[in-house]
């Protein structure tokens, strides 16, 4: 069995909340550290900037006392008191600066802590009405603001994170394929994609089918794990609980294309606590790798390469369910 890299996004083990409750409490760096070594099953966390490392050195300590390697600083890039109108594509020179300073310094805080990545979900650069923005400017200014900050650092890579809605009713990096047009005009090795699953799901995607797409250009990065309805809005349910097949299918295709990188999970608790919640997930997706790998890489493909043999396919992954066949 893949030995995977498990890690928590340390931005859920915080306070959470929506726009008609709160689930869980605002915590200080040092208890989301006490809570994440508690998951069983995790090799890393990834750390929000600033929000989380406003003393670089409490957050040194903590990684070498907890044991838990830096998978990525998340770069928060969506404050409404300074991007309100946009970040990476603002009209804003101003607002397009700081989005660009606060990625740069996130690199270098990444190298720092002994991270190779920064990551980013742009969901301040988007719209919600017609006529709202001029979609070929703002393009542009996305493209270039992203060359500034992936040519700072050609040691450290930089993973956009896609997202079709939220808090605009529509996010400029809204897709699979938009992640890779910006990454064919930037043009720079060190560019590619966090592909956050539930954010797959919302955008109509099969997720394995984005995994391929992405490495099949080397710009798979990173990868969030969650589930979604793909329905409203960004759940970050636990893992397969909706889209089983799905999910198997994206650790197959993870398998088959060699992904070596983190699976970080990025899930939300309401219902459960944060620790129960990463818990689970990181369970779920174990218990999933391992199905795989009883169905067999090799086994799926042969079936895969079938016309016409959907039927056998499901009949024979279905069969590896059960321990009596039916």
Same mark, same amino acid.
């Given at each position: 069995?893949?030995?995977? @890299?498990?890690?928590?996004?340390?931005?859920?083990?915080?306070?959470?909340?929506?726009?008609?409750?709160?689930?869980?409490?605002?915590?200080?760096?040092?208890?989301?550290?006490?809570?994440?070594?508690?998951?069983?099953?995790?090799?890393?966390?990834?750390? @929000?900037?600033?929000? &989380?490392?406003?003393?670089?050195?409490?957050?040194?300590?903590?990684?070498?006392?907890?044991?838990?390697?830096?998978?990525? $600083?998340?770069?928060?890039?969506?404050?409404?008191?300074?991007?309100?109108?946009?970040?990476?594509?603002?009209?804003? @020179?101003?607002?397009?600066?700081?989005?660009?300073?606060?990625?740069?310094?996130?690199?270098?805080?990444?190298? *720092?802590?002994?991270?190779?990545?920064?990551? !980013?979900?742009?969901?301040?650069?988007?719209?919600?009405?017609?006529?709202?923005?001029?979609?070929?400017?703002?393009?542009?200014?996305?493209?270039? !603001?992203?060359?500034?900050?992936?040519?700072?650092?050609?040691?450290?890579?930089?993973?956009?994170?896609?997202?079709?809605?939220?808090?605009?009713?529509? =996010?400029?990096? /809204?897709? $699979?394929?938009?992640?890779?047009? =910006?990454?064919?005009?930037?043009?720079?090795?060190?560019?590619?994609?966090?592909? &956050?699953?539930?954010?797959?799901?919302?955008?109509?995607?099969?997720?394995?089918? /984005?995994?391929?797409?992405?490495?099949?250009?080397?710009?798979?990065?990173? =990868?969030?794990?969650?589930?979604?309805?793909?329905?409203?809005?960004?759940?970050?349910?636990?893992?397969?609980?909706?889209?089983?097949?799905?999910?198997? *299918?994206?650790?197959?295709?993870?398998?088959?294309?060699?992904?070596?990188?983190?699976?970080?999970?990025?899930? !939300? /608790?309401?219902?459960?606590?944060?620790?129960?919640?990463?818990?689970?997930?990181? %369970?779920?997706?174990?218990?999933?790798?391992?199905?795989?790998?009883?169905?067999?890489? *090799?086994?799926?493909?042969?079936?895969?390469? @079938?016309?016409?043999?959907?039927?056998?396919?499901?009949?024979?992954? /279905? %069969?590896?369910? $059960?321990?009596?066949? =039916?």
């Amino acid at each position: 069995m893949r030995k995977w @890299k498990f890690s928590v996004n340390s931005g859920f083990l915080g306070r959470r909340r929506d726009r008609f409750t709160e689930y869980q409490p605002d915590r200080t760096l040092e208890e989301k550290f006490k809570l994440a070594k508690q998951v069983r099953g995790i090799d890393g966390i990834e750390l @929000k900037y600033p929000a &989380d490392l406003k003393d670089i050195k409490l957050a040194k300590r903590l990684l070498e006392e907890s044991g838990l390697v830096c998978s990525a $600083v998340n770069v928060d890039i969506k404050d409404a008191a300074f991007f309100r109108y946009g970040a990476l594509s603002a009209q804003s @020179k101003e607002a397009r600066d700081r989005a660009a300073s606060l990625l740069r310094e996130g690199m270098d805080i990444a190298s *720092e802590l002994g991270a190779g990545l920064v990551t !980013t979900c742009p969901l301040a650069d988007g719209y919600d009405y017609p006529f709202q923005i001029d979609y070929s400017v703002a393009w542009q200014r996305f493209v270039e !603001t992203v060359m500034e900050v992936v040519s700072y650092r050609r040691d450290m890579k930089l993973a956009l994170e896609f997202q079709p809605h939220e808090p605009h009713a529509k =996010i400029l990096l /809204s897709n $699979v394929g938009k992640v890779l047009h =910006i990454c064919s005009e930037v043009g720079l090795p060190n560019l590619g994609a966090n592909l &956050d699953i539930g954010h797959s799901f919302a955008a109509g995607e099969s997720p394995a089918e /984005s995994a391929a797409l992405l490495a099949s250009k080397e710009r798979l990065f990173y =990868i969030h794990t969650n589930d979604n309805t793909g329905e409203g809005g960004d759940w970050d349910m636990i893992s397969g609980t909706v889209h089983f097949w799905h999910l198997l *299918e994206l650790l197959y295709t993870l398998d088959r294309i060699g992904y070596d990188g983190w699976l970080g999970g990025d899930v !939300t /608790s309401k219902h459960i606590g944060p620790v129960e919640a990463f818990d689970t997930n990181t %369970r779920m997706i174990q218990r999933m790798a391992q199905l795989v790998d009883r169905m067999g890489t *090799e086994k799926i493909t042969s079936l895969i390469h @079938k016309d016409g043999g959907l039927a056998e396919t499901f009949d024979y992954l /279905s %069969r590896c369910l $059960v321990e009596k066949e =039916i």
